[in-house]
T-cell receptor
Framework: GQQVMQIPQYQHVQEGEDFTTYCNSS?????IQWYKQRPGGHPVFLIQ?????EVKKQKRLTFQFGEAKKNSSLHITATQTTDVGTYFC?????????FGTGTRLKVLA | DAMVIQNPRYQVTQFGKPVTLSCSQT?????MYWYQQKSSQAPKLLFH???????NEADTPDNFQSRRPNTSFCFLDIRSPGLGDAAMYLC????????????????FGPGTRLLVL
């Protein structure tokens, strides 16, 4: 079946360093969404990418959708302690979401 | 504020004792989802209702059932909870338009943490 993998699984960075997580699907996706889940919280929607090669920015966050619509990345510039959490991509195929395995980010002050 | 509400936030049940988790939404979304999330894992889709149509995931155990009596409410029934069913259960909603070609943003409730003794 369809799988969505994320790397790395964990990432520790010093505050102010950059961070990137990569999302790879075994099949072509209709669109991809990114969610952030704080420790003890629930997933919160960040952004959706629909078009091949699409790039979107939200302040320090940059999201990309691959040309083949099978991979995506999230890049955070100059991390802050408020960025701590697990970042999930969620790919959608023909009829449902598949969540990626997640990348847990820790930011050291 | 429009939102997704889950009750209870914490549920303790005994091994084999049926339990029902509830979800309500004020967003008037036509799709409601139930996910199971175990510690340090991604949310795993159990099933979803697209309007009144129930869609079960192939690997969802028969022990898990769902009901959606109306647009606003959806229930997750665990008929005979086992120790392996201890997890966070997340309800989510989205507003979908058929044949649009992609799926919309999901709005998650705060979750119900289930403990099985």
């Amino acid at each position: 079946g369809q799988q969505v993998m994320q790397i790395p699984q964990y990432q520790h960075v010093q505050e102010g360093e950059d961070f990137t997580t990569y999302c790879n699907s075994s099949t072509t996706l209709s669109n991809i969404q990114w969610y952030k889940q704080r420790p003890g919280g629930h997933p919160v929607f960040l952004i959706q990418l629909v078009k091949s090669g699409e790039v979107k920015k939200q302040k320090r966050l940059t999201f990309q959708f691959g040309e083949a619509k099978k991979n995506s990345s999230l890049h955070i510039t100059a991390t802050q302690t408020t960025d701590v959490g697990t970042y999930f991509c969620a790919g959608t195929g023909t009829y449902k979401y598949i969540f990626g395995t997640g990348t847990r980010l820790k930011v050291l002050a | 504020d429009a939102m997704v509400i889950q009750n209870p936030r914490y549920q303790v049940t005994q091994f084999g004792k049926p339990v029902t988790l509830s979800c309500s939404q004020t967003l008037n979304h036509n799709v409601m989802y139930w996910y199971q999330q175990k510690s340090s894992q991604a949310p795993k889709l159990l099933f979803h209702y697209y309007d009144k149509d129930f869609n079960n995931e192939a690997d969802t155990p028969d022990n898990f059932q769902s009901r959606r009596p109306n647009t606003s409410f959806c229930f997750l029934d665990i008929r005979s909870p086992g120790l392996g069913d201890a997890a966070m259960y997340l309800c989510a909603t989205s507003r979908e338009i058929r044949d649009r070609g992609f799926w919309e943003t999901q709005y998650f409730g705060p979750g119900t943490r289930l403990l099985v003794l």
